[in-house]
């Protein structure tokens, strides 16, 4: 019984038809990752409801840098999985497990660094933003909630890689519908219950993930190709050196990326708290934009790694060619309804009473509608890079996120000196036009070398 259970929940990406793999691969992931945007959604959605415009701003003031830590945890748990997915493939269980141990020690080794860093240098990197003195306070306690539990962030989404890499999405996915659930509950409890602002929020979150966190890990140890011995435990230096080789450029690039975005909220922050508030709620509901293309860029990884370490090369531009076919249709149906029901949608973040309100709304929709319209350039983003990091290959892509950041940067400086505050509506589109730029010539240089 638990072999058939464990061979129904994963998934052999080598054999059978790639659009039909891709999909239903992805549609649990994007579930998950619908559930996962509900932190950040519902954070934003009470607290801008709750605590009013200054409160919702003091959030979006510190979004980048809590994502610079984000991405670095993110960064590393897929360049792990990547290594995974291929020994998974090529169906070499014990090197799967020693992969899997090492990347223990290493993710708990990196979670110690960030938490340290995180908690030394917020008040700093504030103060840098050019974030204003009348939401400081309330940004630095939200951060200090959110930077204590960096090791249990770091632990979901090890574990979430370790399942995907064997074409598990199920079991990420109902571990964020429990997270989700509990994050609303316990910020309707902390923020309107007990009036604790967004700490409170911040405290939902934490908590919902490490609720995650127990749920996956108790799934991986069922599993048994994944029962861990004390000899898989022996670290050796070959195989740390591959991960990192996977894992540092990936968590490079999003580095790179997350300073590009704190140089555009420094110059956001200029602009006045009304404009940070209209700007911060959009950019709640980037994630929620992004959320097929971020589980297509799942499905597709797999997919690749799989099939480059079965030796199925032949199977890759199949899979690429379906990848880009439903991120195309999705990204455009999610396009329309962003722009027909943007403003409802945006109106679940800000009250549209006073002046502070009705200014703030209006931001909002503007730059909702012009990410809408140019959505289907990140869908190409994310579907073509992580071929590429499937393929085995994650220094194009750290490339490519530094062509991301010059794009972002430089329009978010040069177009505000020529549009003004508008200019920098277009800073998120030309970077994603930037690394398309280095991405798509690097896939056709990438399947014509690997054969």
Known sequence: MENLKEKQNLKNMTEGRPFSLLLLFSLPLMVGNLFQQLYTVVDAAIVGKVLGVDALAALGAVEWLNWLILGVMQGLAQGFSIFMAQKYGAGQEADLRKAVAASVILSAAAALFLTLAGQGTADYVLTLLNTPEEI???SMEYLRVLFGGIPIVMG????????RA???GKTPL???VVAAVTNVVLDLVFVMGTEMGVMGAALATVIAQFL?????VLHIRKIRILRLTREDFYMKKELNLRLLYLGMPMAFQNIVISVGGMIVQTVVNGFGVIFIAGFTATNKLYGLLETAATSYGYAITTYTGQNVGAGKYSRISRGMRAGILISMVTSLMIAALMLIFGKWILSCFITAEGQEGIGALKVAYRYLAIM??????LYILHVTRSCIQGMGNTVLPMVSGLAEFFMRTGTALLFTLLLGSDGIFFAEILAWLGADLILVPGYFWMRRNLG
């Open 156 to 163: 979901y989404n090890l574990a979430a890689s370790v399942l």
């Open 166 to 168: 064997l074409g598990d």
């Open 212 to 216: 995650s966190v127990v749920y996956c």
């Open 136 to 138: 400081k306070p309330v």
């Open 372 to 377: 809408s319209v140019f959505l289907p350039i």
């Open 174 to 176: 109902l571990a964020m």
